[in-house]
């Protein structure tokens, strides 16, 4: 089995149309520019928070004041990273996927965040629990040729033991070393 083919049934088996697993829960009185959460459970809020907020960057110009709030929420407020440098998010709301992309793994949590917002169709979040997660299943669905996805660092306690196991197991069982990271869907 590959991942790929892992990932697909794990999807069928678990998302469906209100996926009340899912607990990602918003803060609605940070929400940008007016922006407001329609009905729903948490999954099909955020869904649609995604969806507002890429209409919104992608019809806003490069370098303005919007395209920067937006991005701020998207990154610093839903995804918890407030420790950007300061100009970084100015630096991400400038750039093309392809730019962002060009940075390599330095900065991933937050600028596929923002890739993210240029087209949520395409791309998606690359970030500790990401990470945790695609290595992870590789363990419990014994994927045929396993490969370490890049392992990032956390704040979060059980993500970090699971980094320190993940690695563990990968030179044990002789798992390939993953130098690119999956930043674009391509299902």
């Given at each position: 089995m590959t991942l790929f083919e892992a990932l697909r049934d794990f999807s069928f088996v678990s998302v469906n149309h209100d996926n009340k697993w899912y607990q990602w829960q918003i803060n609605e009185t940070s929400l940008p520019l007016s922006i407001k959460l329609l009905p729903g459970?948490?999954?099909?809020?955020?869904?649609?928070?995604?969806?507002?907020?890429?209409?919104?960057?992608?019809?806003?110009a490069q370098n303005s004041v919007e395209r920067l709030s937006l991005l701020n929420y998207y990154i610093s407020e839903w995804g918890g990273i407030r420790a950007n440098k300061e100009g970084k998010l100015e630096e991400y709301a400038k750039s093309a996927p392809i730019d962002l992309i060009g940075r390599g793994k330095d900065g991933i949590a937050s600028w596929s965040k923002a890739l993210v917002l240029h087209n949520p169709d395409k791309y998606a979040i690359?970030?500790?629990?990401?990470a945790v997660s695609?290595?992870?299943l590789q363990v419990d669905k014994q994927i045929t040729k396993k490969e370490l996805y890049p392992l990032l660092p956390s704040r979060n306690k059980k993500i970090e033991k699971a980094n320190t196991r993940l690695k563990?197991?990968?030179?044990?069982?002789?798992?390939?070393?993953?130098?690119s990271?999956?930043?674009?869907?391509?299902?």
């Open positions: 459970t948490n999954y099909q809020q955020n869904h649609k928070l995604k969806e507002e907020l890429h209409l919104r960057f992608k019809h806003s690359y970030d500790a629990r990401v695609l290595n992870c563990h197991i990968a030179v044990v069982d002789g798992w390939q070393k993953r130098n990271i999956p930043f674009m869907m391509s299902i």
